[in-house]
């Protein structure tokens, strides 16, 4: 084989995978994905996409070999085939938000109006996490907290939040946290938070970021 041939062809093959991954929905899903498994109807009504466009891209996304299927019964469920798929996403991600000043300004004046501008660095939660004065709150579905967590996490999913105020101490400090940079409900658990005059921060990062970095991980088996 000629050099230039297998130039061509070793560049078509990695261009055709990431081609699968340039199209927003489709990182969004990856995205999603880091969390876990998940069956199609979950990732269409996260994605607020029907479930004949949901199945399209991840359709795409298994023809390039980023996800897998397991099905079950009537249900199929996808997840990502291999822990550096996530990697390349959060690789990118950082990119982004580094690099593109558009993209700093969009997440800054979206936090901004939820009270969640200054954000807990994973660093800083790391040196915090053994005071008594600090609650880490799970604020992702009971699914995916079930799924994997912080040690020590409570689970309160964003939409049972505001119920479960008159039960959290005013004197503690929280830090909620989600599924990454843009997942907005640690946002809104720091905007319903502060709202009711508590000490609460989002942290940056998410739950996939913990433990890409190695650190300990909690699960709830059935």
């Given at each position: 084989m000629e050099k230039r041939i297998f130039k061509d062809k070793a560049y078509s093959m990695?261009?055709?995978?990431?081609?699968?991954?340039?199209?927003?929905h489709r990182l969004e899903i990856v995205d999603l994905l880091g969390q876990g498994e998940k069956a199609v109807e979950e990732i269409a009504n996260e994605t607020s996409m029907s479930i004949a466009n949901t199945s399209q891209h991840l359709q795409v996304l298994k023809a390039a070999n980023l996800v897998e299927i397991r099905r079950e019964g009537n249900f199929i469920y996808y997840k990502l085939g291999h822990e550096e798929i996530y990697q390349s996403w959060q690789m990118l991600r950082e990119l982004g938000l580094k690099h593109m000043a558009e993209m700093e300004k969009l997440v800054n004046d979206f936090r901004e109006k939820r009270n969640s501008l200054e954000a807990l660095k994973m660093d800083d939660l790391l040196k915090r996490i053994k005071s008594k004065n600090v609650v880490i709150l799970d604020v992702r579905p009971e699914t995916e907290f079930k799924n994997g967590h912080i040690p020590g996490a409570i689970n309160i999913p964003v939409e049972g939040l505001a119920t479960r105020l008159k039960k959290l101490p005013k004197n503690k400090e929280y830090v909620a946290y989600c599924r990454g940079p843009f997942c907005v409900f640690?946002?809104?658990?720091?905007?319903?938070?502060?709202?009711?005059?508590?000490?609460?921060?989002?942290?940056g990062e998410g739950f996939p970021d913990w433990k890409m970095k190695g650190l300990p991980v909690e699960i709830i088996e059935e």
């Open positions: 990695l261009a055709t995978m990431i081609k699968a991954m340039a199209n927003s640690a946002d809104e658990a720091v905007q319903i938070l502060t709202q009711k005059g508590f000490n609460a921060k989002r942290l």
